[in-house]
């Protein structure tokens, strides 16, 4: 009976892998030319996933967290609302996709299938319960994005990123597993619940310590906070397009929500331990995205600093160790995955006469007297990650340091927004060069239609019409964030 | 006094304006910006005639918590009312002067220009704190596009100053204002101005808030951005920019840094004072040598601002009214004044003061406005230089008589350096040819010059008409920085007075002076 309870329970992840299963025989016996239906399909199953995930957000805090599997698995708001903005990233990632590939005629079957297992994968991170789930769950997201980053097939660099992706990871999954092992030594269980009664909030054993420092520093491998960030201007770069806009959103959603789950529910007795690590990390990660960024001329090198950057202001939430500090860090992480969506939207739409991408930014020289809209967008999401206001952008940093100033971390806060003016240089940048410099008149690409209604819509967005979902937004983040403070 | 949302309609049709001039040729952008910004002329009108004076401190006040973290929350006193109606009144001068200089992407431009007027607006009637902060920020982009992509040759250098300069500068007041609404509990301006922090937080809390101020004024040593701002703006850009931005400076010491925390200003005024001399005296003499008329004019624009922070940290009456309307006057002459330059520059495209000369011969009636605000901006009696001028140094004055005297150097070598200027561009031969072929000002022009003629005179002669709805808000302030006030050098020292009868003579001498 608890068994049936428990499957009941994952319905989003139930019906995601009964999908797969069966669009991989549709793959298998349709093979490439099937790859646009099972697409549509696809998408269908992810917006249904994420219709079956809203009841647990909407219940907020007060709804009882359900656990499934023996407490293996924990089906709360925070897990909730991470999973939506999962299923976001990956529905946009389907959305922008097939028109990108079909131009090298590499759209294949498996594209929309590896998509769905890493969303899946992703699920079961952010409701992971247990460190064996979490694990589980990883392994699942990270083989699924190993192939991604490398389906061009036939692209030099597409295999490049994929190797370089599959290598730093393993080595990383290596470094989370072996930190998982001695953190099981030293509390004798796997589960969060029994780690955070196991630790306690005493001082904390050299060998848990240990335990601890591994699984963080695999787990900042994957959301790309510095000092384990090399990977990912080169994987931006050499993925396929909308697979970096996969990358550059959903992953990180789930990496930093799984984050925040084992810092704030498994470690959560032990806030001493893990504070200065992710203090460490951020700024370190808030200067190498800024420094890092000034000298890239390829625009996606450009946006993977941008997003090292933006790992360093959310971890400021963390850091801030509190319930307004989870909340702030889901709003960033909600704003982010818009202005992510929106950049790369941009990206997939540079392209030459010949339907060549271009990502060099001297080529955009002049866009907004050639493309004044799609100039425009660009724009308001350059101002919007640099966190100027009136732009939506803006609101996430101020969550994080409000929050931060709150926890009376007003050192911390004070640096982290003086680095931000380095940052805001590299983000004025790409506006110089396409509203002060000369027209080249490079980009001839038209956008899909899709394409420019999301483009839109993540502007309006990310415009200072966003303001008005703040409360909103709030709440939800807000009863999300109350979730992982349930044992306080 | 909620009633008609007039505050919201001020920024909405400026902000409607702008929406519409993006999407429009250059003939309909130009009219729709002109039209906008002359409705909100008469709404500014209409906010000072129904203003209450010695009313409620607090008029026109709207309320809207659509929000999370902070609320629409709008309202102002006699000093916002009087910066806001600063702004109304000289942007559809602005737009005047892009009439027919601005040729590409004029929409755009226009777009700029107006969102830029709404984003000034509500910097003054904020009565949220990160409802100021954001509006005050948000300023940053359109005048980064202004002058990146209207101005000069070396415009991407200053633009890029500019916008990091100010940036760094203010980014710290905000971890400042967490605080502060952390502390205090509220982001209402108003509670905060009477909520008494801790002596030592407040230290902290103005040095955040002044490096943001500092640069904005700009003060010495921060001020290097303005003069390669003002360089590379258009015209209208230089105006904006010396006529409102750098009034955000010295409104944002008047509302946050002075009544928040009047124990660390007067703890640091010693420094503001330092620095400002050193202002008044260094920016005035590199004024003196300047070759551009713009760059002259920027320097000047320092020193001037440094008389309005030595005003406004003197802690009295005098001082605080008479940087008001130094700011009020400045806003006016200086914006005059580049207006003056761009109107030559459109004709001759330089602005070098080599280049003309002689130009009273060929130009009467622009000689007759330039000499005008020529003289305003040296502080002439009769003209409003004058009025702000001699009532802040007479405020800090009364506290230090050695700063008195460093400071009022300042209006000789303003002197020397705006009368040097004059005379080689009006007076002497016509020595260059196209210089003396220029004609007389047009029927734009005029439009332009004789509303700035008529507000310069009219401040110099009867500023009762400005002074009086600040005067009620101005004794507040005093009042909540008179625990605080150093003790100057003109206060009494000897003889049997007690504290209260020094305090009762300086209070009625204060009334005097104020009357």
């Given at each position: 009976m608890d068994f049936l309870h428990s499957l009941f329970a994952v319905s989003a992840e139930d019906l995601l892998s009964t999908s797969v299963l069966v669009l991989l025989l549709v793959a298998a016996w349709g093979g490439d030319k099937a790859s646009r239906a099972i697409s549509i399909v696809a998408f269908a199953v992810l917006v249904g996933a994420a219709a079956l995930a809203v009841p647990a957000l909407t219940a907020g805090a007060g709804g009882a967290a359900t656990s499934a599997f023996g407490g293996h698995i924990k089906l709360d708001a925070f897990a909730a609302f991470a999973k939506l903005l999962i299923y976001v990233g990956s529905g946009v990632t389907l959305i922008v996709a097939p028109a990108y590939f079909d131009r090298f005629k590499a759209m294949r079957a498996e594209f929309p299938l590896l998509i769905l297992l890493a969303a899946l994968g992703m699920g079961i991170m952010v409701s992971a319960n247990d460190l064996l789930t979490l694990y589980i769950g990883l392994e699942l997201n990270s083989l699924a994005a190993y192939v991604l980053a490398a389906i061009?097939?036939?692209?030099g660099r597409s295999a490049e990123a994929g190797l370089k992706y599959f290598v730093l990871g393993s080595l990383a999954s290596g470094i989370l597993l072996y930190g998982i092992s001695l953190t099981y030594g030293f509390t004798g269980t796997t589960s969060f619940d029994g780690i955070r009664v196991a630790l306690g909030t005493g001082a904390l054993s050299i060998g848990a310590t240990f335990g601890l420092v591994f699984v963080l520093a695999g787990l900042a491998f994957k959301i790309s906070a510095a000092p384990f960030h090399m990977w990912t201007p080169d994987v931006y770069e050499g993925a396929p397009a909308p697979v970096t806009t996969f990358f550059a959103t959903a992953p990180k959603v789930a990496a930093l929500a799984l984050l925040m789950r084992v810092s704030l529910d498994a470690f959560g007795g032990q806030p001493g331990a893990w504070q200065q690590i992710v203090i460490f990390a951020s700024l370190l990660s808030i200067v190498i995205g800024a420094l890092g960024a000034i000298g890239q001329d390829n625009i996606k090198r450009l946006l993977a600093y941008s997003s090292i950057n933006n790992v360093g202001f959310m971890l400021i939430g963390l850091a801030a160790g509190t319930a307004a500090g989870a909340s702030a860090m889901l709003v960033y992480l909600a704003i982010y995955v818009v202005s992510s969506v929106a950049a790369f939207v941009v990206v997939l739409a540079l392209r030459d006469e010949a339907g060549n991408a271009i990502e060099?930014?001297?080529?955009?020289?002049?866009?907004s007297r050639t493309r004044p809209w799609l100039a425009a967008a660009l724009a308001v999401v350059m101002f919007s990650l640099a966190g100027i206001p009136p732009l939506f952008g803006f609101w996430g940093k101020f969550l994080v340091f409000q929050a931060a100033v709150q926890a009376h971390l007003v050192v911390l806060a004070a640096l982290g927004i003086a680095a931000s003016v380095i940052g805001a240089f590299y983000y004025l940048k790409v506006v110089k060069v396409l509203y002060f410099d000369d027209a080249t008149d490079a980009v001839q690409g038209r956008e899909e239609l899709a394409n420019r209604a999301l483009l839109l819509g993540s502007s309006l967005f990310l415009s200072p019409l966003g303001y008005l979902l703040t409360p909103w937004l709030g709440n939800l983040a807000g009863s999300a964030a109350a979730a992982l403070f349930h044992f306080a | 006094m909620i009633g008609f949302p007039i505050l919201s309609l001020m920024l909405l049709v400026p902000l409607v304006g702008a929406v519409i001039s993006l999407v429009s040729d250059r003939k309909t952008a130009r009219l729709v910006a002109l039209a906008a910004t002359l409705v909100d002329f008469v709404l500014g009108v209409l906010l000072w005639t129904h203003y209450d004076i010695g009313g409620a401190q607090w008029q026109f006040r709207e309320h809207a918590a659509?929000?999370?973290?902070?609320d629409w929350k709008l309202g102002i006193d006699g000093i916002a009312l009087m910066l806001i109606v600063l702004t109304v009144f000289l942007m559809p001068v602005c737009i005047g002067a892009s009439w027919n200089s601005i040729e590409k992407r004029a929409g755009e431009y226009y777009a700029a220009f107006l969102f830029m007027e709404t984003l000034m607006i509500g910097v003054f009637a904020a009565q949220d704190l990160f409802l100021f902060y954001i509006m005050f920020e948000a300023g940053l982009i359109p005048m980064y596009l202004i002058i990146g992509i209207w101005?000069?040759?070396?415009r991407i250098y200053a633009s890029y100053k500019f916008f990091l300069y100010t940036l760094l500068g203010s980014v710290l007041m905000l971890i400042a204002m967490f605080w502060m609404a952390n502390a205090a509990?509220?982001?209402?301006i108003p509670t905060l101005m009477e909520y008494d922090f801790p002596p030592q937080a407040q230290t902290w809390l103005f040095l955040a808030f002044f490096a943001s101020f500092a640069v904005k004024m700009p003060m010495w040593p921060v001020h290097t951005w303005l003069p390669d701002a003002h360089v590379q703006a258009p015209t209208a850009g230089s105006v904006i920019l010396a006529g409102v931005l750098l009034k955000m400076g010295g409104y944002g010491f008047i509302r946050f840094s002075l009544p928040m925390f009047p124990i660390a200003s007067a703890h640091f005024a010693p420094m503001v004072w330092g620095l400002s001399i050193a202002a008044v005296v260094i920016t005035s003499l590199i004024a003196l040598v300047q070759n551009d008329m713009k760059k002259l004019i920027a320097y000047s624009s320092v020193a001037h601002m440094a008389i309005v922070t030595v005003g406004l940290f003197a802690f009295n009456r005098q001082g605080l009214e008479g940087s008001m309307v130094v700011m009020l006057s400045h806003g006016i002459v200086s914006g005059a004044l580049f207006l003056a330059v761009g109107v030559i520059y459109d004709r001759l495209h330089t602005r070098e003061i080599v280049r003309y000369g002689g130009l009273a011969i060929n130009m009467p009636y622009y000689a007759l406005f330039f000499l005008l605000f020529t003289m305003a901006s040296i502080g002439l009696?009769?003209?409003?230089?004058?009025v702000g001028e001699f009532l802040s140094l007479l405020g800090i004055y009364k506290e230090s008589s050695l700063i008195a005297l460093v400071a009022t150097t300042g209006i000789i070598l303003g002197a020397a350096y705006m009368l040097y200027l004059y005379r080689r561009v009006v007076f002497g031969d016509q020595k260059n040819a196209d210089a003396a072929a220029m004609p007389d000002l047009d029927f734009r022009e005029w439009a332009m010059m004789v509303p700035l003629a008529a507000a310069v005179l009219w401040m110099g002669v009867y500023p009762e008409s400005f002074i009086a709805p600040m005067r009620k808000d101005i004794g507040t302030l005093e009042a909540r920085v008179a625990i605080a006030r150093p003790k100057g050098d003109a206060d009494v020292k000897f003889g049997g007075k007690t504290p209260a009868a020094v305090a009762a003579t300086l209070g009625s001498a204060q009334l005097k002076g104020a009357k």
């Amino acid at each position: 009976m608890d068994f049936l309870h428990s499957l009941f329970a994952v319905s989003a992840e139930d019906l995601l892998s009964t999908s797969v299963l069966v669009l991989l025989l549709v793959a298998a016996w349709g093979g490439d030319k099937a790859s646009r239906a099972i697409s549509i399909v696809a998408f269908a199953v992810l917006v249904g996933a994420a219709a079956l995930a809203v009841p647990a957000l909407t219940a907020g805090a007060g709804g009882a967290a359900t656990s499934a599997f023996g407490g293996h698995i924990k089906l709360d708001a925070f897990a909730a609302f991470a999973k939506l903005l999962i299923y976001v990233g990956s529905g946009v990632t389907l959305i922008v996709a097939p028109a990108y590939f079909d131009r090298f005629k590499a759209m294949r079957a498996e594209f929309p299938l590896l998509i769905l297992l890493a969303a899946l994968g992703m699920g079961i991170m952010v409701s992971a319960n247990d460190l064996l789930t979490l694990y589980i769950g990883l392994e699942l997201n990270s083989l699924a994005a190993y192939v991604l980053a490398a389906i061009l097939r036939a692209d030099g660099r597409s295999a490049e990123a994929g190797l370089k992706y599959f290598v730093l990871g393993s080595l990383a999954s290596g470094i989370l597993l072996y930190g998982i092992s001695l953190t099981y030594g030293f509390t004798g269980t796997t589960s969060f619940d029994g780690i955070r009664v196991a630790l306690g909030t005493g001082a904390l054993s050299i060998g848990a310590t240990f335990g601890l420092v591994f699984v963080l520093a695999g787990l900042a491998f994957k959301i790309s906070a510095a000092p384990f960030h090399m990977w990912t201007p080169d994987v931006y770069e050499g993925a396929p397009a909308p697979v970096t806009t996969f990358f550059a959103t959903a992953p990180k959603v789930a990496a930093l929500a799984l984050l925040m789950r084992v810092s704030l529910d498994a470690f959560g007795g032990q806030p001493g331990a893990w504070q200065q690590i992710v203090i460490f990390a951020s700024l370190l990660s808030i200067v190498i995205g800024a420094l890092g960024a000034i000298g890239q001329d390829n625009i996606k090198r450009l946006l993977a600093y941008s997003s090292i950057n933006n790992v360093g202001f959310m971890l400021i939430g963390l850091a801030a160790g509190t319930a307004a500090g989870a909340s702030a860090m889901l709003v960033y992480l909600a704003i982010y995955v818009v202005s992510s969506v929106a950049a790369f939207v941009v990206v997939l739409a540079l392209r030459d006469e010949a339907g060549n991408a271009i990502e060099s930014i001297a080529q955009l020289g002049g866009l907004s007297r050639t493309r004044p809209w799609l100039a425009a967008a660009l724009a308001v999401v350059m101002f919007s990650l640099a966190g100027i206001p009136p732009l939506f952008g803006f609101w996430g940093k101020f969550l994080v340091f409000q929050a931060a100033v709150q926890a009376h971390l007003v050192v911390l806060a004070a640096l982290g927004i003086a680095a931000s003016v380095i940052g805001a240089f590299y983000y004025l940048k790409v506006v110089k060069v396409l509203y002060f410099d000369d027209a080249t008149d490079a980009v001839q690409g038209r956008e899909e239609l899709a394409n420019r209604a999301l483009l839109l819509g993540s502007s309006l967005f990310l415009s200072p019409l966003g303001y008005l979902l703040t409360p909103w937004l709030g709440n939800l983040a807000g009863s999300a964030a109350a979730a992982l403070f349930h044992f306080a | 006094m909620i009633g008609f949302p007039i505050l919201s309609l001020m920024l909405l049709v400026p902000l409607v304006g702008a929406v519409i001039s993006l999407v429009s040729d250059r003939k309909t952008a130009r009219l729709v910006a002109l039209a906008a910004t002359l409705v909100d002329f008469v709404l500014g009108v209409l906010l000072w005639t129904h203003y209450d004076i010695g009313g409620a401190q607090w008029q026109f006040r709207e309320h809207a918590a659509v929000f999370a973290g902070f609320d629409w929350k709008l309202g102002i006193d006699g000093i916002a009312l009087m910066l806001i109606v600063l702004t109304v009144f000289l942007m559809p001068v602005c737009i005047g002067a892009s009439w027919n200089s601005i040729e590409k992407r004029a929409g755009e431009y226009y777009a700029a220009f107006l969102f830029m007027e709404t984003l000034m607006i509500g910097v003054f009637a904020a009565q949220d704190l990160f409802l100021f902060y954001i509006m005050f920020e948000a300023g940053l982009i359109p005048m980064y596009l202004i002058i990146g992509i209207w101005g000069g040759a070396n415009r991407i250098y200053a633009s890029y100053k500019f916008f990091l300069y100010t940036l760094l500068g203010s980014v710290l007041m905000l971890i400042a204002m967490f605080w502060m609404a952390n502390a205090a509990g509220t982001t209402d301006i108003p509670t905060l101005m009477e909520y008494d922090f801790p002596p030592q937080a407040q230290t902290w809390l103005f040095l955040a808030f002044f490096a943001s101020f500092a640069v904005k004024m700009p003060m010495w040593p921060v001020h290097t951005w303005l003069p390669d701002a003002h360089v590379q703006a258009p015209t209208a850009g230089s105006v904006i920019l010396a006529g409102v931005l750098l009034k955000m400076g010295g409104y944002g010491f008047i509302r946050f840094s002075l009544p928040m925390f009047p124990i660390a200003s007067a703890h640091f005024a010693p420094m503001v004072w330092g620095l400002s001399i050193a202002a008044v005296v260094i920016t005035s003499l590199i004024a003196l040598v300047q070759n551009d008329m713009k760059k002259l004019i920027a320097y000047s624009s320092v020193a001037h601002m440094a008389i309005v922070t030595v005003g406004l940290f003197a802690f009295n009456r005098q001082g605080l009214e008479g940087s008001m309307v130094v700011m009020l006057s400045h806003g006016i002459v200086s914006g005059a004044l580049f207006l003056a330059v761009g109107v030559i520059y459109d004709r001759l495209h330089t602005r070098e003061i080599v280049r003309y000369g002689g130009l009273a011969i060929n130009m009467p009636y622009y000689a007759l406005f330039f000499l005008l605000f020529t003289m305003a901006s040296i502080g002439l009696p009769g003209t409003s230089g004058f009025v702000g001028e001699f009532l802040s140094l007479l405020g800090i004055y009364k506290e230090s008589s050695l700063i008195a005297l460093v400071a009022t150097t300042g209006i000789i070598l303003g002197a020397a350096y705006m009368l040097y200027l004059y005379r080689r561009v009006v007076f002497g031969d016509q020595k260059n040819a196209d210089a003396a072929a220029m004609p007389d000002l047009d029927f734009r022009e005029w439009a332009m010059m004789v509303p700035l003629a008529a507000a310069v005179l009219w401040m110099g002669v009867y500023p009762e008409s400005f002074i009086a709805p600040m005067r009620k808000d101005i004794g507040t302030l005093e009042a909540r920085v008179a625990i605080a006030r150093p003790k100057g050098d003109a206060d009494v020292k000897f003889g049997g007075k007690t504290p209260a009868a020094v305090a009762a003579t300086l209070g009625s001498a204060q009334l005097k002076g104020a009357k």
